[in-house]
């Protein structure tokens, strides 16, 4: 699902750890990282989920999104993961 607004994303885990939930983070153009908004989150403001997906919302009109997401679990919290592919955002109105 991707809108003028919002983009649905997933992730895969490597771990064999219990996880309790993840935290996503999004940048603009390559710029600074920055905390996502999303539906469902555990957290007013930011992404937090114990589910492999989330909807992303606020987001801007035709603009370059990368996203990356990073686990808390059993034995602490993980490094952040590899940065997502390039995402495009619709036109508004599209």
Do not use: H
């Not at 589910?51 to 370059?64: D, F, G, R, S």
């Not at 686990?71 to 490094?79: I, K, L, M, V, W």
């Amino acid at each position: 699902m991707l809108s003028a607004r919002s983009v649905l994303i997933n992730w895969n885990t490597t771990t064999g750890q219990i996880i309790s939930n993840y935290s996503v983070e999004l940048s603009v153009n390559f710029s600074s990282w920055k905390n996502a908004v999303c539906n469902g989150s555990m957290v007013p403001g930011d992404c937090v989920v114990t589910q492999k997906q989330a909807v992303i919302i606020e987001l801007k009109p035709y603009t370059n999104y990368t996203f990356r997401v990073k686990a808390r679990g059993q034995f602490g919290t993980s490094n952040y993961s590899t940065e997502s592919k390039m995402v495009l955002t619709d036109e508004a109105g599209v």
